[in-house]
Nanobody, 128 residues
Framework: QVQLVESGGGSVQAGGSLRLSCATS????????MAWFRQTPGKEREGVALLFRSGASPLYADSVKGRFTISEDNGKSTLYLQMHNLKPEDSAMYYC?????????????????????WGQGTQVTVSS
């Protein structure tokens, strides 16, 4: 059974930090490209950070560059998102997602439709 379980969300004041975790199981983690997305009510899911295992630098949304860092612990099949200097506009439900390598999509883009495994999300609320 495929599981992606996010944790670490919460309520913080602007300028604060949070570290999200995504514990995975039930699929070959190292054969999948991992990413973080976020979504607010009435808006489309937005790609936040995309991890590459080829040595390439991660891909970040312009709005989070320099503040967010994606990382992983392969041994624990766990994905992380360290968030610093949080802003009210970062408030959203955050999801981790996985897609297998070798698909027909552009591996350098974060199209939500190309990810087939999703967690249930963890809420991040940033107050001003």
């Amino acid at each position: 059974q495929v599981q992606l379980v996010e944790s670490g969300g919460g309520s913080v004041q602007a300028g604060g930090s949070l570290r999200l975790s995504c514990a995975t199981s039930g699929f070959p983690y190292n054969n999948h490209q991992m990413a973080w997305f976020r979504q607010t009510p009435g808006k489309e899911r937005e790609g936040v950070a995309l991890l590459f295992r080829s040595g390439a630098s991660p891909l970040y949304a312009d709005s989070v560059k320099g503040r967010f860092t994606i990382s992983e612990d392969n041994g624990k099949s766990t994905l992380y998102l360290q968030m610093h200097n949080l802003k009210p506009e970062d408030s959203a439900m955050y999801y981790c997602a996985a897609r297998p390598y070798g698909g027909s999509w552009n591996a350098w883009e974060m199209e939500a439709d190309t990810f087939n495994y999703w967690g249930q999300g963890t809420q991040v609320t940033v107050s001003s």
